[in-house]
């Protein structure tokens, strides 16, 4: 296996509170890594921690991409972006009042060349390019289910869609790693198997590695290739979603009886 990101010894601490504590594991290329655990347990803020939202206190996160090794935790938000990280939020943040295309094209515009200068004078160049980006965009809505509500308001799709719409933002940027915080809250049964589906065909198409918080226990033991369990900021237990959901502290912190 290949690493891609390797956490060593992360910490994120709020005054006195130990929000994440010690953290190390590593995401391997091309895997689905699920990240579960009780609500509270740091999840979200390893992920604030991965992607430059936040200092860690202490520790290490090392980006092993195939053209650059680095150290992102001294990264800014965007520069993580450019990296080749892309992010989804546990609460929607979708441009309310712009089209699901273009909430796809924001994203994309993130990769553009062109600067202020040329979207202002629009050469020949910046044209070509924006036609380019606003046809990658089309076939990322594809992609996630969304081709036939391009035009729609991101207030007036459905919740499930909204979900799909933040995926289809996050591809926009080309990652290699993407990360998705609880895609599955809030969608009914099955809208979590279509999502289930899409993201298994994110990982095989688009070869891209998945970094997933879930609570939907079904969703994240079906699709994970290993699991890593938080609880009060600490890692309880990692390893394949079988041997996970037999392991007793696992068990005692989250799963309770049902999944033994
Ligand atoms: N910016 C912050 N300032 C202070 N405390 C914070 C901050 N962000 C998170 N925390 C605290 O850190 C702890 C971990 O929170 P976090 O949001 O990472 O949990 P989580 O595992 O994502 O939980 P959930 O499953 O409910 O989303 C909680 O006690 C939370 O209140
Ligand atoms: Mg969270």
Redesign the pocket.
């Known amino acids: 296996m290949t690493p891609l990101v390797v956490l060593d010894r992360v910490s994120k601490h ?1 005054g006195g ?1 130990k ?1 994440v504590e010690r953290i190390s594991f590593t995401i391997n290329q091309g895997l689905i890594t699920g990240l579960i ?10 992920f604030n921690c991965i992607t430059g939202m936040y200092q860690p206190t202490s520790g290490s996160i090392t980006w092993c991409g195939a053209e650059k090794s680095c150290l992102l935790n001294r990264l800014k938000p965007h520069q993580v972006t450019r990296l080749g990280l892309a992010r989804t939020f ?1 609460n929607i943040r979708l441009f309310a009042n712009m089209t699901a295309l273009e909430n796809v094209m924001v994203g994309r515009h993130i990769q553009s060349r062109a600067g202020i200068l040329g979207a202002i004078f629009k050469p020949a160049r910046v044209r070509s390019e924006e036609q380019e980006i606003i046809s990658q965009a089309r076939r990322i809505l594809g992609l996630v289910g969304l081709a036939d509500r391009a035009g729609g308001l991101a207030k007036n799709l459905a919740y499930g869609e909204q979900r799909r719409l933040e995926i289809a933002r996050a591809l926009a940027t080309e990652p290699q790693l993407l990360l998705l915080d ?1 895609p599955a809250a809030g969608l009914n049964p099955s809208e979590t198997e279509d999502l289930d589906a899409l993201i298994k065909k994110l990982q095989q198409e688009l070869r891209l590695t998945i970094l997933l ?1 879930e ?1 939907d226990m079904k969703l994240v033991m079906n699709i994970s290739d290993e699991i890593v369990v ?1 609880d009060h ?1 600490e890692l309880i237990a990692q390893g394949p979603p079988a041997v996970v959901a037999r392991d007793r502290h696992v068990i005692a912190a989250y799963l309770g009886e049902e999944f033994c």
């Open positions: 709020f509170l929000a655990g009780p609500n509270g347990a740091g999840k979200t803020t390893l546990q609880e918080i609570h938080l900021g």
